[in-house]
């Protein structure tokens, strides 16, 4: 908010909205947001843990905002990462160039959980695997912005980024009308029209585009609905849909309907029973050899989780170059593959100051903030490295950004970071705006709501 003590342009308009609004005012309006969030069942699910399953996303109303200067240039970098992200992943399902170069480790790629052979060879429509990628990241300095890691399977959170946006519109107009700030509530729209601009060749007239669910115990079933509902397409469980021949096809009330498009949100594991997981309930039978014969479009494809993996993460300036033949916008942060006897004895002299995460984990769990973390807790750290080292990565502590945040004391710096929303068809768009996550505990460096984070809009101001 501040550049040393004077108050940052983007943010002027803002100060002087908290100057002039009494801390009970803004307390009240934290309120109705909080009852707003509750009211339209803004939620995520939590098991294991006991007490309520479903749990309010904490919400705060101070937004993040970035300059359309800022924004343009981390556009133009989420949008060649995507570009070399999908590169890999056609290269890696085909001839495997980068692999044979020399400049990915053929283990990291054809031994990876997530790397499917059963994709091997197929041509997924404008040759696109990651549909919709999320761009974890941190921001260290005024022009300094590192990427944390890759999603390119389901990236979760776009709900959140869009009922921010409607929720504080609501509550307050008068800061909207007096501020141009880029609209994100198209995303839905474009979205739809991503997922139809890969609708297989044997596709005649408008494509039937359906979003694929694992059901309503998942974590991210709001958004599987809210996102359904937006673009105007049917939610779907696996029961609900069937191959015959050489297409699948959607049980109606009206008779079988042939789906061209399936927005999946669930792991590849559960897709095909035939194919994958034979137990799996969840998935479609037959599925993968409609895929595989060009009947159906999945986003995002089958062993896209490849490209996601946080080991591979490592490689992806290398992936711009060799894909792209460009040098990277966004930097990665340095990261120390524990697999490697060098990088493992430097993770391990100096783990109390390093983050370590599960090169397979996600929603912030099973990681190690050392600065964090008391001598006990390092030391069994240690010990799970050393008994499998190729199972994690080690990051440095960055010093992260803080964005003004409303706690119990007024307003407070809290760290946080971003999460834009790449689509990937014909054309790849990036959303103006995104999921900022903040780290509501004084200190914290996670920032994932399963670990007591909260989310807050994220205005892109324009010109």
Known sequence: MYDGKRVRPAYAKL???????????????????????????????????????????????????????????????????????NAFLYDVYHRAEITRAGIIPADLVFRNEAYEPAVVGIDPPAGVYSHIVGIDLVRTGPEEFFVLEDNCRTPSGVSYMLENREIMMRMFPDLFRATRIAPVDDYPDRLRRTLASVAPASCEGQPVSVLLSPGAFNSAYYEHSFLADQMGIELVEGQDLFVQGDFVYMRTTEGPRRVHVIYRRLDDSFLDPLCFRPESMLGVPGLMNVYRSGGVAIASAPGAGVADDKAVYIYVPEMIRFYLGEEPILKNVQTWKCADPSDRKFVLENLADLVVKEVHGSGGYGMLVGPKSTKEQVAAYAERIKGDPAAFIAQPTLALSTCPTFVDEGLAPRHVDLRPFCLVGREVHLCPGGLTRVALKEGSLVVNSSQGGGVKDTWVLAD
């Open 15 to 85: 100060l002087d909205w908290v100057e002039s609004t009494s801390p009970e005012a803004l307390s009240q309006k934290q309120r109705q947001a909080e009852a707003l969030f509750r009211r339209i069942g803004i939620t995520f699910a939590v098991y294991g843990e006991g007490g309520d399953t479903e749990r309010l996303i904490p919400f705060d109303m101070m937004p993040r905002v970035f300059t359309e200067y800022e924004w343009r240039r981390l556009e133009r970098g989420v949008k060649q990462r995507a570009r070399a992200l």
